[in-house]
């Protein structure tokens, strides 16, 4: 009985051979013209629409469609060929899994990208960053789950793996303790990752302040999250530890924050022109958006008191601006106003000596 998928079994005869070739080139002619005359179809209706994010996904899923109509064809020609059914057939059980995962992995990454770029058209930066991290969290949780998925099913094609995986699934109670146990910290990273998309306490974007440093959150993924500080240095923190411990998000809401400046001051200091000084100053500035602006007294102390200046401003970036502008002008003006009210520690050593020697 003739086995086809055995070589041994094989004899050449050239003129199948050729035969055999010239159907396959015409095979894959014909299917590279119909993925012309397709895409061309598909082209000219997506240019008739309004937006280019559909221009943008036919131009991405190109590539792999197109090997993929290769295949199919060549899958056709094999089926009233048994010699070349018996050279593709193991090959398309390996590539059949690869065109699929590639095709898939293509797609959320171009409908990932497609989704940022309607972002950038949004005026609500809260929603912004807030649709950009689930966007990226969950289109890499696809990702991962699209290779490895793919790769599993290329490697159950291969006679080989596909028998030590039965073998290992005989025998599979132990090692699942084994592999649990080992993967435990990758699945409690993945699971992070997913409750961070989902439950959104940060997002990309959001000023957040972690072990005493504040940065901006520069990515997200399911392991880490970078955040990026004022000085341009990277904090790589692990997700799960967003989730595990406290953490301050200085912009969950909105940019909008109410900042303090402290001044130490002489109790002799009169507090009536110094509130005035402030409101007036603070009011001139166009870094102020006019929420909030008070002067209180927050600790007396025999030696000092302690004056806090609370002020608003409509983003972080302009706070921090505003409250550098209102301690410098407060000092000055104190120098210049109310001297006496700044504290002062002396040790005048030549008074002193006269004293103790009676001159």
Not at 81 to 105: N, T
Not at 107 to 117: D, P, Q, R
Not at 258 to 287: C, K, N, S
Request: aromatic content about 8%.
């Amino acid at each position: 009985m003739f086995d086809r998928y055995n070589p041994a079994n094989w004899t050449i005869d050239w003129e199948e051979v050729g035969v055999t070739a010239i159907a396959l080139a015409v095979d894959i002619l014909i299917a590279y013209l119909l993925y012309r005359l397709v895409f061309a179809i598909v082209t000219r209706l997506t240019r008739m629409s309004e937006t280019t994010i559909d221009e943008m996904i036919v131009e991405r899923i190109r590539q792999p469609v197109k090997w993929s109509f290769i295949a199919i064809g060549v899958t056709l020609v094999a089926q009233v060929m048994p010699q070349l059914q018996a050279i593709w057939e193991p090959l398309a059980r390996f590539l059949r899994p690869a065109l699929l995962g590639w095709i898939a992995y293509t797609l959320v990454k171009t409908f990932a990208a497609a989704l940022e770029v309607r972002l950038e058209l949004s005026d609500d930066p809260v929603a912004m960053r807030s649709r950009r991290t689930r966007i990226a969290v969950l289109s890499r949780t696809a990702i991962f789950a699209i290779i490895f998925i793919t790769v599993g099913l290329m490697l159950m094609s291969v006679p080989g793996v596909r028998d030590i995986g039965t073998t290992l699934l005989a025998s599979a109670g132990l090692a699942a303790l084994a592999v649990g146990a080992a993967a435990q910290p990758a699945l409690k990273s993945l699971i992070a990752g997913l409750q961070v998309a989902l439950t959104e306490p940060f997002r990309i974007g959001d000023l957040v302040k972690i072990d005493d440093q504040a940065g901006r959150v520069e990515e997200v993924r399911l392991s880490f999250v970078t955040v990026r500080t004022w000085d341009d240095r990277v904090l790589v923190v692990p997700t799960s530890r967003f989730l595990d411990q406290s953490f301050e998000n200085w912009s969950r809401k909105s940019e909008k924050l109410t900042g303090p400046v402290y001044l130490h001051l002489d109790p002799a200091a009169e507090i009536g022109p110094i509130r005035e000084e402030f409101e007036r100053f603070v009011e001139e500035q166009e870094l102020f958006d006019g929420r909030t602006k008070a002067l209180l007294m927050t600790e007396a102390y025999p030696e000092s008191i302690e004056l806090r200046l609370s002020m608003s401003a409509a983003s972080i970036g302009d706070l921090w601006q505003l409250r550098c502008a209102v301690r410098e002008h407060m000092l000055e003006w104190l120098r210049t106003n109310q001297p006496d009210a700044l504290i002062r520690h002396r040790l005048e050593v030549e008074a002193a000596n006269a004293r103790a020697t009676g001159g």
